[in-house]
Nanobody, 126 residues
Framework: QLHVAESGGGLVQPGGSLRLACAGDGFSVGAYNIGWFRHAPGQEREGVSTINNRGISYYANSVKGRYTISRDNIKNTVYLQMNSLKPEDTAVYYC????????????????????WGQGLQVTVSS
C-alpha cells in the first residue's frame, strides 16, 4: 500500500523559516509529480509548489521567492523550505502525489493528485 508521511510543521514567528518533508513509502518520489498544497480556514485548498518527475519546480505567485521545493531521491523525500514566513501562510499543508508518467507543467489542481498525506499545521504568529 502506498502512502506519504509528512513532517516538519509547527509554530514560527513572522519572518521565520520551516522545512516540511514528505517521505514516500512504497513508491519512488522521483517517478511522479509531487505537490504541496495548503488549506486555510474559510479558503479553498491552494496549490503552493510542485516538483515534477523531471525535477522541474513550480510555485504559486504568493510564495515565489520565499519557498523552495526539492527532492532527495536517496532519502525518497520531497522537501518544502519555507522562508520569510508571513501570518497569511498559516494553514494546514498537505503533500500530494500525482501518480502518472505524464510530466506536469505548473502546480495543478488538487483533484489532479490522487495520493495525499495527513496534513501538517503551520502557524505563523508572534
Amino acid at each position: 500500500q502506498l502512502h506519504v508521511a509528512e513532517s516538519g510543521g509547527g509554530l514560527v514567528q513572522p519572518g521565520g523559516s520551516l522545512r516540511l518533508a514528505c517521505a514516500g513509502d512504497g513508491f519512488s518520489v522521483g517517478a511522479y509529480n509531487i505537490g504541496w498544497f495548503r488549506h486555510a480556514p474559510g479558503q479553498e485548498r491552494e496549490g503552493v509548489s510542485t516538483i515534477n518527475n523531471r525535477g522541474i519546480s513550480y510555485y504559486a505567485n504568493s510564495v515565489k521567492g520565499r519557498y523552495t521545493i526539492s527532492r532527495d531521491n536517496i532519502k525518497n523525500t520531497v522537501y518544502l523550505q519555507m522562508n520569510s514566513l508571513k501570518p497569511e501562510d498559516t494553514a494546514v499543508y498537505y503533500c500530494a502525489v500525482e501518480r502518472t508518467d505524464r510530466t506536469r507543467v505548473g502546480v495543478g489542481r488538487p483533484d489532479e493528485y490522487d495520493l495525499w498525506g495527513q496534513g501538517l499545521q503551520v502557524t505563523v504568529s508572534s
